[in-house]
């Protein structure tokens, strides 16, 4: 049903990918200029701010951007600074205010950006400031829950610039899902070492290897299939990738008896499916798993399945959106992956791992996410603590422990330039675009 359509094939120019990309000061600020001013950005989360008033902070590199809640229910984005001398309005994550007051000179701005008050207004030469001077905006739009930003005044629409990840994403139901994980830290690593690694699969088997007993080491999540000549990887004109991996197959996760194992046997008996039925057949359980969805999710509150393919019910659907936002979507799971440049070090980012989840309604059995079984009643704060304080999550801890190393390597002259495998052509299509967009040609 509603099959999910190809994307267009691209064509890869394979110009070289050397180390000083992720080091070196003159790239980093003309990446700033060329690239991040230009592009729309996944910042905030409508849900956070409900009401008139309501603001939510979020800061790219050296900017800070403010999202307002408007008396008439629109989303408007603010450079986080005000008119008078340049003093930053704000420095909590969120909040709710009648005026944002500076704590320098108490100009007063209303959550529109108009400036409502300045102290001894008739003592300016060049005349009043209030009616002259407003908050600095930027284009700012919503969509699937989201506020996206761009930096650059004359932009084009977000929907344009998502291309076909709108038309994916808006079979989810998005904007209702909520957040049970959200964990923010600073890795020391240029911010495209991140989505490079969130670019391809090639590492899954080294990286993510399950360890453990014998049963458990043949085990994949949901029975996913990692192989990369069964993975489905898609280009778009836009710069967004997509890659497909089929999921939903016992034969991933088969016991030593040839039962069916943890935790697709788990996700069987949730759909009313018996894991024993498929014994002496694992491969048709990912068919029965998405027809038991199709038939039996509405009933159940699931009102999103209705608009998804066959396909999304069962498999991995991992983007990375460019420049700076990968997630892993399932049927009812949002993995939340972003890189944010640091305000001044080209070899530090900002990384930011979180998980959504549907809300069918009446359902009370508890969400799966990467850092464990959270019930469902209980949303997450927002957490942001040192490098190693905390895990991420198992799978985002290994990935983690790479990145410092790879960050090490771009810095020795015995580093030449990327050497590209067929699968990692995201990766190579991933720089391509930032050059682009340096040089002028986005």
Partial sequence: MNAIPDWPQQQLRGHPIEGRRYRCREFFEREWEGMWTRVWLLLGRESEIPNPGDWQREDVGPESILM???????????????????????HEEKGSVRRFVCKYHSWAFLPDGELNFAPDADDFPQGDPCGRLRLESLPCEAFAGFIWVNMDPNCGSLQDYLGPVWHDWSRYGLETWKRYVALT??????????????????????????????????R???GVDTDRRNTRFDLSDEGHNRMIMPGGYAGASLNEDGSVGEPLSSILHEW???????KDRPEATREALQEAKRRLGPARGYRHYEKMADEQFTDAFHYTLFPNFAVSLWADGFHFLRARPHPTDPEQCIFDNWWYASQPEGETTPVRTTAGIVERDHECEHETFKLGERSMGRTIDQDLAIFPSQQLGFRSRGYKRAYLAGQESRVGRFHELIDDYIEGRR
Wanted: glycine share 6%; with cysteine.
């Fill in 68 to 90: 307002v809640r408007q008396q008439d229910g629109g989303v408007k984005a603010f450079y986080n600074v005000c008119q008078h001398r340049g003093n930053r309005l704000v």
């Fill in 185 to 218: 830290t600073t890795v020391p690593c240029n911010w495209k070492v991140v989505l490079d690694n969130f670019n391809e699969s090639y590492h899954v088997p080294t990286v993510h290897r399950i360890v453990g007993d014998p049963a458990e080491r043949r």
């Fill in 220 to 222: 994949m999540h949901s």
């Fill in 272 to 278: 009313e499916l018996d894991a024993a039925d498929f």
